[in-house]
Nanobody
């Protein structure tokens, strides 16, 4: 069955970096857009970044532009989120999500409801 598994989270100091990974199985990643989302305690899940099925288009939330980078390797069935210059407000559970390209209207979206496959999340904690 289709599955996404995140890894790479951890505890880091402000200004630190992590590379979050999303391993896909059960489908060809070539045909799926990938989104990264995060949810902090007491807050709604928000879209951090997305990448189109081919990897040709990306989109970022204003709060992470210049600090985060999304990528995907379709041959390896992997997607990544490089998170740099981390701030305490970046603390959250980070989720990888996928949606079939044929179900979308544009290159990619950071809207939660446009994704139908979700991983279980990986915790990122930024604290001194």
């Amino acid at each position: 069955q289709l599955q996404l598994v995140e890894s790479g989270g951890g505890l880091v100091q402000p200004g630190g970096s992590l590379r979050l990974s999303c391993a896909a199985s059960g489908f060809f990643l070539d045909y799926y857009n990938i989104g990264w989302f995060r949810q902090a305690p007491g807050k709604e899940r928000e879209g951090v970044s997305c990448i189109s099925s081919s990897g040709g288009s990306t989109n970022y939330a204003d709060s992470v532009k210049g600090r985060f980078t999304i990528s995907k390797d379709n041959a390896k069935k992997m997607a990544y989120l490089q998170v740099n210059s981390l701030k305490p407000e970046d603390t959250a559970v980070y989720y990888c999500a996928a949606v079939d390209w044929s179900a979308t209207a544009g290159p990619c979206s950071r809207r939660v409801h446009e994704y139908n496959y979700w991983g279980q999340g990986t915790q990122v904690t930024v604290s001194s």
